[in-house]
Structure formats: C-alpha cells, structure tokens
C-alpha cells in the first residue's frame, strides 16, 4: 500500500496549482485524508484534512487559517484520488507538500493539528515553489 503526490512546481504569486493524491493497495474512501506541509526549517503544518467519504462518517473537512478561503479539499472516489485546489498561491506557500491517509478516528482539525506521521500512510511528498 502506498500514497503518491504529484502536481507539484513552480509558479508565480497569484497563480494556480493542483495537487493530486493517489493510492494503490487500499481505498481512499474508507480513510480520512490531510494534506500537509514542510517549509525548511518549520514544522509540520496540517492544511486541509477531510473525513472518509464511505458514509461511515459526516464527510467533513477543514481548512487551516493559512489556506482557508484559497485552498479547497476534494475527493475523486472512482480515481482513488484526493485533490488540493490551491489558488491565489504566496511565497509563504513554499513547502514539501504531503498526503496521509489514516483510519477516521479523528476528528479532520485534530488530524491536521496532530500531523501524526506514526499513523496511518504518508506519501513522499511534491515541492511547491512560489517565486517571481
């Protein structure tokens, strides 16, 4: 089993990129899923975690203030993919950017404040640059 970003780069202030999460060897949909952040230097940064999308659940997301009202969580269930719509991308945007997948026993904010990497499965992670 394991998780693949992609759609990572580099882009200009004010500009667009999505990012896109992938499993093999399980279903996305039984999973809560974050996405996270590593800028040098810093820590761990939960930006956006959604709860499993297969009813168990209420399917709820959440939104660190950082990116809330510029970034938007979604999930392709027959893809086994998850989306990171990321607009109006800052310098201060600039991290390693990583996918997890964990069982949802967590609420999607405390998931994102734990950015628990001994849970669950974690990608390898795709830079995002912004720069002009």
């Known amino acids: 089993a394991q998780i693949v970003e992609s759609g990572g780069g580099l882009v200009q202030p004010g500009e667009s990129l999505r990012l896109s999460c992938v499993a093999s060897?399980?279903?996305?949909?039984?999973?809560?899923i974050g996405w996270f952040r590593q800028a040098p230097g810093k820590d761990d940064e939960g930006i956006s975690c959604?709860?499993?999308?297969?009813?168990?659940?209420?399917?709820?997301?959440y939104y660190s203030a950082t990116v809330e009202g510029r970034f938007t969580i979604s999930r392709d269930d027959a893809k086994n993919t998850v989306f990171l719509q990321m607009t109006d991308l800052q310098p201060e945007d600039t991290a390693v950017y990583y996918c997890?997948?964990?069982?949802?026993?967590?609420?999607?904010?405390?998931?994102?404040?734990?950015?628990?990497?001994?849970?669950?499965?974690w990608g390898q992670g795709t830079q995002v640059t912004v720069s002009s």
């Open positions: 060897g399980f279903s996305l949909k039984h999973y809560a």
């Open positions: 959604i709860n499993s999308s297969d009813g168990t659940t209420d399917g709820s997301s």
């Open positions: 997890a997948a964990v069982p949802p026993s967590l609420t999607p904010q405390r998931f994102c404040n734990m950015a628990p990497r001994h849970l669950g499965h």
